[in-house]
């Protein structure tokens, strides 16, 4: 089954036959004002009844981008990611590849049939039972009844629902909509699936049937195009990825370059990476608790300042203060979160936990957590930082930013693992067990 949808303008369609879709020079605009975006409904309906031609391709007053001149190729089995900050059109995108909205100029072209996971469970009636909802939901997939009833059994078990898929699906919990609504989309077995941050709902059970499902539909030839924050979860499942900001294409390409540049234009947006030195303003007088944090960066084994350190090679934490008298016992604690995805927590380290408490005399003092190699992967970070002595705090920076480049091929990673290679020869009469 051919869908061709939203052609617009002298589309291109490819020659390729195992392309599946294909998004060509994709503008979409809208409106903030809500007064003035009806008044613009009502013109362009009005416009298509008398035959009159829009002007898509100019804004009009108040109207802005939210996808401008967007193409690239999806082929079959391929799995494609959407990355990019919020508003840089990701979910207009999929909105539009899926038919829910129309472009204002450009064209999609897709082959086979698509199934949106933009929101599980969206679209059943509260008031319908599960078995209704599946019938109705599955055939504006483009199933017919015949084919629902074949797989009806396997989207209940998939669910793990029969013993509420009577019941209204106003009664179910939000989990239970949810798996209901992953269970339909991929069982109608499309050759394009949209995939919008819905993999993050779920108990852990229920996300590993996710993907393993997804391998399954991905080995079968169906192609994938995924948005979500998370770029270990991008860097798992695509090859190439498509890189969106304020509604523009700004790179397309293998998946760990485009991941890279992301993370990088994300960083660069704090003023502390220009010089990769973060210097904290001064205390007013009678502000002061007695340690005064007064400047955060990376240092390398020469003590000289690294911009961003790199994973896997060494890097010096260097916190200076600022200490009217001495402390004894101070305890230093690192904070450190990774910015994309989900805002993890990655790592917690404190010098009371490593029995090592430290002194720190009256003066400007520089304390250095010493990195013989740093295991954090290639990434956008935040360090919170702060400097105690038992229940007394003394300071606290909440935010000192950072990029991890990559020295070596460890994007894929969660962390980076110190390791050697070592060969053992074996004689001849050793049995392994």
């Given amino acids: ?66 996808l401008n001149n967007v193409s690239f190729q999806l082929r079959r089995g391929e799995a494609l990611g959407l990355v990019g900050a919020n508003g840089a ?4 995108l999929l909105r539009i590849i899926s038919g829910l909205i129309k472009p204002d100029t450009g064209s999609v072209m897709v082959e086979g049939r698509v199934a949106p996971l933009i929101a599980l469970g969206a679209g059943f009636n509260p008031i319908l039972t599960g078995r209704e909802n599946i019938y109705a939901n599955m055939s504006i997939l483009g199933l017919s009844t015949r084919e629902i009833k074949r797989r009806f059994d396997d989207v209940v078990d998939f669910a793990e629902i029969w013993d509420a898929i009577d019941a209204p699906v106003q009664s179910y919990s939000s989990g239970m909509a949810a798996r ?13 699936l949209l ?11 229920f996300k590993v049937k996710c993907h393993q499902r997804l391998g399954q539909l991905r080995e079968n030839g169906t192609a ?23 509604g523009r294409l700004l790179a397309a390409g293998e998946t760990e370059s485009i991941i890279r540049q992301y993370e990088e234009d ?8 220009a010089t990769g030195r973060l210097v904290l303003p001064a205390k007013p007088p009678g502000e002061s608790t007695g340690v005064d944090i007064t400047a955060l960066c990376f240092k390398d084994e020469q003590g000289d300042l690294l911009t961003a350190p790199a994973t896997g090679e060494p890097a010096f934490l260097s916190i200076e203060c600022n200490v009217c008298e001495p ?21 917690y380290l404190t010098t009371a936990s490593d029995n090592e408490f430290i002194h720190l005399p009256s003066g400007h003092v520089e304390i250095q ?23 007394r705090s003394f300071d606290i920076v909440k935010s000192f930013r950072f990029t991890v480049k990559a020295s070596k091929n460890v994007s894929r990673c969660l962390f980076y693992q110190p390791r050697s290679w070592k060969t053992i020869h074996h004689s001849a009469s050793f049995k392994s067990h």
């Avoid at 036959?17 to 809208?30: E, G, Q």
């Avoid at 209901?180 to 394009?192: K, M, R, S, T």
């Avoid at 402390?327 to 790592?347: F, M, R």
Wanted: hydrophobic share 40%; glycine share 8%; charged share 20%.
């Fill in 224 to 246: 994938f195009v995924l948005v979500s924050h998370n770029p270990h979860s991008v860097l798992n499942v695509c090859n190439t990825s498509v890189y969106l900001a304020k």
């Fill in 89 to 92: 059109g990701k979910s207009t």
């Fill in 327 to 347: 402390v004894e016992a101070a305890n230093v604690s690192c904070q450190i979160t990774a910015l994309a995805g989900e805002y993890d927590k990655v790592l």
């Fill in 180 to 192: 209901l609504g992953f269970a339909c989309a991929v069982h109608i077995e499309p050759d394009v």
């Fill in 1 to 66: 089954m051919t869908t061709i949808h939203t052609r617009i303008q002298d589309a291109v369609i490819p020659d390729d036959d195992d392309v599946v879709l294909a998004v060509d020079r994709v503008s979409k605009k809208f409106c903030r004002d809500l007064h003035r975006s009806l008044l613009y409904g009502v013109q362009d309906i009005t416009s298509d009844l008398l035959g009159g031609r829009r002007h898509t391709e100019k804004l009009r007053s108040g109207e802005f981008w939210a």
């Fill in 369 to 391: 957590m010493q990195m013989p190699y740093l295991g954090l992967k290639p990434g956008v970070y935040s360090a919170k930082i702060s400097v105690r002595q038992g229940v």
């Fill in 195 to 205: 995939i919008d941050e819905v993999l993050s709902v779920g108990d852990v059970k």
């Fill in 266 to 273: 994300l960083c660069l947006s704090g003023t502390e990476m």
